[in-house]
């Protein structure tokens, strides 16, 4: 047989086996294929009218997500191109009048909108509503409606929600993005689990509301929310709570948590903890006044620390990490922790090193070390405030230079997780650092992931790999029954 007959064997094979997975779709009954359909774009979905086999099935789909974001980079967008708005919005409206599904699990809106800036949004805002109450009566479980999407929309252009958003037996989850929570009836939201709100104006009385009418919440999350002061969760059944404070917002907000198990916080100096010893799993970081804070606040930023002694997982961020590194460097006691497990997501630098081990120094309970490493080789406070650029820090030995006791590296880390690795001397010295002095150490697993820097090309060649490989595992280690793992 000739090369060519070969090939055009293979081809038809290749077109058998097509076909048989297509006759295999085809086979499938109506309620499968209509969930399969479920899971693509919407837009996507609708175009399967397109094959004879699916025709209309696409209006029993229970997901239904309009995203203006789909249809250009939203880096590169133009907002007076109004091209894609009008897209989506026909697209909204065609799959509104032919859905034919009495329920629906989640409905998605997002869509820039800004009442003032252009002709025709106030028509457009009563519409929204429209689609906002046909999703209600379906009966919807996850309700996300977001009116900032990829633009920068002010307050005085958000959209004020019908009221009967917030009055629903059926809803689960909700996020809202950029709109104007006002009820004017009390809210009923009796299955509600989760609540997201992210660029939000909500009082404290409105919170209050809030709370009281979401008694199955179980996880809220308020990103760069404004005119909050005081949160008070009272309720058993909420665990989970993440904050992110608006940057540009110099106010404190008071928490009290007594029930709360898991808490995140972004923007922890200007915040007052109440009720803590609850939580098992803290999150912390600070915002761009962070060493203001840490040399003119610094009793009250150690308490915070002191506050959660008892977390058993706690996850620290660069500018977090920079603070301990600052208490080392003026000579400020830093406190000791209790907790279990290290969560550090963090750029991996010569500024960083000194917080960090006073993390380990500090921590002599510690039995899990989990190192997410970040793009990047420069704190930004180096560009804005030179203030760390005074003290003399040796990166290329600071390791080796470490002389005082761990504690928890003799007596109880046993794993050692490091992400995004990359093979930097920083890096690497201080993953030998580590197998030095780990005595009790069980297992290290080194994650590459070099996807997560996307601008760099892809460090880890056969020849690179085998060497790092290579330096790691012969590398003096104080515990021998260490597993080593490179993913």
Known sequence: MSNGDAEISICERQKVALNEQIDRISSLPDPILAHILSLLPTEDAVKTVLIRRFGNLWTYIHNLDFDVCLYHECTEVDYEDTVDEERLINLIRHVLILHQRSDIHRFCLKLELNLWSTPGQLELANE???WIRFALRKKVKVLELDFKACGNSGPEGYHKLPNVVFISDFITE????????EPREHIQLASLKSLSLNGILICDKMMIDILSGCPALESLFLYECYGLHKLDFTSVNLKNVVIELDCHDSSRLEVSCPYV?????????????????????????FDNRFFDCACGQYREVKMLFEQLYDAEVFTLFTRAILVFTIWVLIRSPCPSMNWRRLVLKTMLTKWHFPGIASLLRNSPDLEMLDIHIQPGTKPFCIHDDPWLMEYEIDGENFWDLQRSSFHCLRSHLKTIRIRSFKIKSCAVKLVHFLLRKACVLEKLVIETNWVSYPDEENPFTSETWKEFSEDIHSCPRASPQAVILIL
């Open 128 to 130: 929204i509503d429209t």
């Open 174 to 181: 909700l996020k809202l993005v950029y709109c104007c929570v």
């Open 261 to 285: 198990t898991s808490l995140n916080i972004s923007g922890i100096e200007r915040t007052d903890l109440y009720n803590v010893s609850s939580i098992v799993d803290a999150a912390l970081e």
